[in-house]
């Protein structure tokens, strides 16, 4: 079992950068795909970005796709999403997730999830 703790949300301007951090607890981070997922008011929550277990593969949503990078550390347990060229409609609550499988898209894949940081993006 993982436990997530992501941080690093906030109010930013459109246009600006933020970066999110989800620190993992355990001995065997390097044996999960990481994904990001953000939830919007009165939304469902939407797939973002995932990376495989060596951070060799990477995908993404295609509203993200060219201002937000994911990535990790697995020395240091802690999967990353590099916010870029941010806009109104980023704004949600930003959750991380760890699956045994397989990158993917489907929300329902991920067995552990993290309690969410919320981003807000002015316009």
């Known amino acids: 079992q993982v436990q997530l703790v992501e941080s690093g949300g906030g109010l930013m301007q459109a246009g600006g950068s933020l970066r999110l951090s989800c620190a993992a607890s355990?001995?065997?981070?390097?044996?999960?795909?990481m994904g990001w997922f953000r939830q919007a008011p009165g939304k469902e929550r939407e797939f973002v970005a995932t990376?495989?277990?060596?951070?060799?593969?990477?995908n993404y949503a295609d509203s993200v796709k060219g201002r937000f990078t994911i990535s990790r550390d697995n020395a240091k347990n802690t999967v990353y999403l590099q916010m870029n060229s941010l806009k109104s409609e980023d704004t949600a609550v930003y959750y991380c997730?760890?699956?045994?499988?397989?990158?993917?898209?489907?929300?329902?894949?991920?067995?552990?999830w993290g309690q969410g940081t919320q981003v807000t993006v002015s316009s």
């Open positions: 990376i495989s277990q060596g951070g060799g593969y990477t």
């Open positions: 997730a760890a699956t045994w499988l397989a990158p993917t898209v489907l929300e329902g894949k991920y067995a552990y």
């Open positions: 355990g001995r065997t981070f390097s044996s999960y795909t």
